[in-house]
């Protein structure tokens, strides 16, 4: 607690230092979820109890914040960690969160109209108003975050929040100044802002939750090397108008900038992820943790995949299609899911070794496509349908009048304003091939374990290489595997080179035929 601080006459049960001091202690220490319930509780009591001075204020938010910033983390590596099938907890712990984030926000921005109002701050509370102005635009981003990784829309007033933060700490002459946001950690309001904005300028529709977080400590190890003006040059390439509601723009889809307008760049950020990705790729490992971390779910896969979209949309130039998209209103038939997938496609397996549950036809979805290019599908599925929807998930898809199930994998999703998510689904196999996979060393033919999977086509790429979709984790990639497909049955000797793409419950991964020497 400030010890600095006045006592004030407030009917409140925290307005008492000693009695604030017990509730807080008291948070359960090993229950995150709970903590953080306990710490919305009273947050939403300060912020709807009037009376209190500045400091007093500012005092008993910092406290319930800092008291809180291990469950923040705790919950949030929770829910990064969840599979599609966990709706209830994900659920649970998601409204939890994001009503924790919007409460301390709240608090903040108190703070901050209060500091405002009363044009005589001065003394020991001077010092905290770039805390305070810091910490409401890091709660803000907070929110920011958690509504992105459901792919929900962002309510406009987020916007005029951040930029009331931000405007609040210009008008006082130290939104640049360097100040310790919390205990080891230096930062300023426009460090704050360019990590909103840059995460914005991301375009994380096109990520998974824990992509996301692998590329939010990212840009928060790059914010230094970000650029941010009053006057747009000619690195400028997203803008934010401290003075519309409205989120940043790229500056060649905004309109002609004010005094208000801010302008940002990437240059020496897209310059610093070439080389994390030339390091990663040239060693086949993530950074040390003496350098920053990635986070405990970060694969060198998943950096791979997310330093390569960070230099796309960090770009100043976006870069051209691949192909062209056509307008259309085709009904499909879907499926999620690797188990469903394989299902849709070789409905005749009942095979209990393969740890499926056959019992069933998966449930066939019916979604429209909005649009149709040569590597996939735009579609809108209703909210009410949309509990699986995330950047990764495996699909299957077909047309009504067809037979045949095509695989894809979803590689962008956002929320609109009808309730429904937008997605796009790029396409990776047309017709894949059912494939029994089991280990060529084993001498026995009749005791071989092996496992069904996709074989996405039966004619290696140009570099050589048969790509198989399998369950998660079966197999490690370090041993010759055996392959029989067709009909009549083909068998060949695949050689493990990599994995591709993993996702929740399958791995994409990359063969070779094997010819012995």
């Not at 240059?267 to 030339?278: D, E, F, G, N, R």
């Not at 590689?411 to 029994?436: S, T």
Request: hydrophobic share 45%.
């Amino acid at each position: 607690m400030l010890s600095w601080l006045k006592k004030e006459k407030v009917d409140h049960s925290l307005a008492d230092a000693r009695q604030a001091k017990e509730v807080i202690d008291a948070f359960p220490v090993n229950d995150p979820w709970q903590t953080l319930e306990d710490a919305s509780h009273w947050l939403d009591s300060i912020n709807t109890t009037e009376g209190f001075g500045l400091g007093k204020r500012f005092e008993l938010i910092d406290a319930l914040d800092v008291a809180t910033r291990r469950a923040q983390r705790k919950l949030l590596d929770t829910y990064l960690a969840l599979k599609v099938e966990d709706k209830i907890q994900e659920r649970r712990i998601w409204n939890s969160v994001t009503s924790f984030w919007r409460l301390l926000t709240a608090g903040y921005l108190a703070c901050i109209a209060q500091a405002r109002d009363n044009k005589n701050v001065t003394g020991a509370i001077k010092p905290m108003l770039p805390v305070m102005a810091a910490r409401g635009t890091r709660a803000l981003r907070n929110q920011l975050k958690w509504v992105l990784m459901r792919y929900s829309m962002v309510r406009p007033g987020m916007w005029s929040e951040i930029a009331r933060c931000t405007a609040f700490a210009e008008v006082g002459g130290f939104a640049g100044t360097m100040v310790e946001v919390y205990s080891g950690e230096q930062g300023s309001v426009h460090h704050e802002l360019l990590r909103a904005m840059m995460f914005w300028a991301a375009s994380p529709g096109g990520l998974s939750p824990p992509e996301q977080d692998i590329a939010e400590r990212i840009l928060i190890d790059l914010t230094p090397q970000f650029g941010l003006t009053d006057k747009q040059t000619a690195d400028s390439f997203y803008c934010f108008d401290l003075n519309t509601p409205r989120s940043p723009l790229r500056v060649t889809q905004a309109p002609a900038p004010t005094a208000d307008t801010r302008f940002f760049d990437a240059v020496q950020a897209h310059k610093a992820t070439q080389s994390m990705l030339a390091a990663i790729t040239s060693t086949g490992a993530l950074p040390s943790a003496a350098d920053f971390t990635l986070g405990p779910g970060a694969s060198v896969t998943a950096a791979i995949r997310v330093l390569n979209y960070l230099q796309v949309n960090w770009a100043k130039e976006m870069r051209a299609r691949a192909g062209d998209r056509r307008q259309t209103a085709l009904s499909l038939q879907m499926v999620h899911g690797y188990q469903n997938v394989l299902t849709a496609i070789a409905p005749e397996l009942g095979d209990p070794d393969e740890g499926l549950d056959f019992s069933s036809d998966p449930v066939h979805e019916t979604v429209v496509a909005e649009d149709v290019s040569t590597g996939g599908y735009g579609l809108i599925v209703p909210a009410a349908k949309a509990g699986w929807v995330k950047v990764g998930v495996l699909v299957g898809v077909r047309a009504e009048t067809e037979s045949l199930w095509s695989v894809g994998v979803v590689r962008r999703v956002k929320g609109d304003a009808h309730q429904q998510f937008r997605i796009g689904v790029q396409l990776i196999a047309k017709a894949p091939v059912l494939v029994r996979l089991s280990a060529a060393a084993v001498a026995d033919r009749s005791a071989k374990p092996s496992q069904h999977a996709l074989l996405l086509g039966t004619k290696p790429s140009q570099n050589g290489s048969l790509h198989i979709l399998a369950r998660r984790d079966i197999f490690s990639g370090g041993h010759l595997l055996e392959g029989a497909y067709g009909n009549p049955v083909e068998t060949v000797m695949l050689d493990a080179v990599g994995a591709v793409e993993s996702g929740d419950d399958f791995d994409w991964l990359r063969y070779k035929l094997y010819e012995p020497i």
